[in-house]
């Protein structure tokens, strides 16, 4: 069934183009770009920069910003009450969809795999090509980028940034804020607010 709510896509960059791509007509009819850079070249449908004046409270939205801070900071700057819907495309898999749970405002990218007995927080970011096992848990604004392998057991603080082609083991935590680098190999906890890479991630 076609939803008739306009969707917004705050930020208009390369993400907001992709999670554009993603729209259906399940999803409501799309009503442009929201973004504080107004002359980016080559967007169309740029309807304004940031701010509650062209917020319309009875619209979708969606915050299309890979960092987890930034995102988190434009969240801060809304102080209207507005609908942020989940959004996953239709080729990612859900083994055991009544036992994923998904905050408002997350959106996962095509071509991801979640097992079962997942929850993630508000505003997450999940990138193409990421596998999720049992028993995950995501704080809000936490962002996976390309081909993130998300063992089961693992808990992720708000704000975590994983990087493209990381792998976090078995049963590990995973502070708030912290960012793990493209490409480690996380085998013990990280602390808070705190940068790993490589293999073994240190």
Known sequence: MHNTKDIYIIGAGGFGHEVRSMLSDAHGTFGGYIDDDISKTGVLHT????????LDTGSDFL???GSSYTRQQIVARLKVD????VIVHHTTLLQQPSSIKFGKGTIVCAANIFTCDIELGE???????????HDVKMGNYCSLMPSVNISGGVTLGDGVFVGTGATVLQ??????????GA???VTKDVAPGTVVVGIPAK
């Open 82 to 85: 507005l609908n942020f819907p």
């Open 171 to 180: 049963g590990i935590t995973i502070g708030q804020g912290a960012t793990v």
């Open 47 to 54: 309807v304004a920069a940031l701010n509650e004046k062209v």
């Open 123 to 133: 505003f997450c970011l999940i990138n193409l090509n990421c596998t999720i096992g």
């Open 183 to 185: 490409g480690a190999v």
């Open 63 to 65: 915050v299309a910003i």
